[in-house]
């Protein structure tokens, strides 16, 4: 068990201002920041982080939303990383998230959901690495 996870602020809580409040919840939840950066994903790099779902019918939109507008990507550390940051986050659909999670408080809808959180350690490091060179983490 790895206690690093990955997330990306996505483009329509930076839309909204949100970024700032989520980041705080974070911290406020015992998450360090490891590494951190504001960028925007081209529709070709969306694609590549994405590529998991590139069969899926949702590929295209989720891309499009992806590349729409800056988001936020940061490597978070604490005991237990990756559950525990998908406990903080909640449902994906925020209709079904619990109170308090990022996305019940933060998410517009299922497609527009705020946070990306990695779901395995193995994709928390993938996703890590695809954002940051070692160089970049503290």
Do not use: C, W
Request: proline letters at 3%; hydrophobic letters at 45%.
């Amino acid at each position: 068990m790895s206690n690093r996870t990955f997330t990306m602020i996505k483009p329509d809580a930076m839309a909204d201002g949100h970024a700032g409040a989520i980041l705080d919840q974070i911290i406020k939840a015992g998450f360090k920041i490891v590494a951190m950066k504001q960028t925007r994903l081209s529709m070709e790099k969306a694609g590549e982080f994405y590529a998991v779902h590139k069969e899926r019918p949702f590929f295209g939109e989720l891309t499009e939303f992806m590349s729409s507008g800056p988001i936020v990507a940061a490597i978070l550390e604490k005991e237990n990383a990756v559950a525990d940051f998908r406990t903080l986050i909640g449902a994906t659909n925020p209709a079904n998230a619990e109170e308090g999670t990022i996305r019940k408080r933060f998410a517009r809808s299922v497609g527009e959901n705020a946070v990306h959180g990695s779901d395995s350690d193995e994709n928390a490091a993938i996703e890590g690495n695809f954002f940051f060179s070692a160089f970049e983490r503290f």
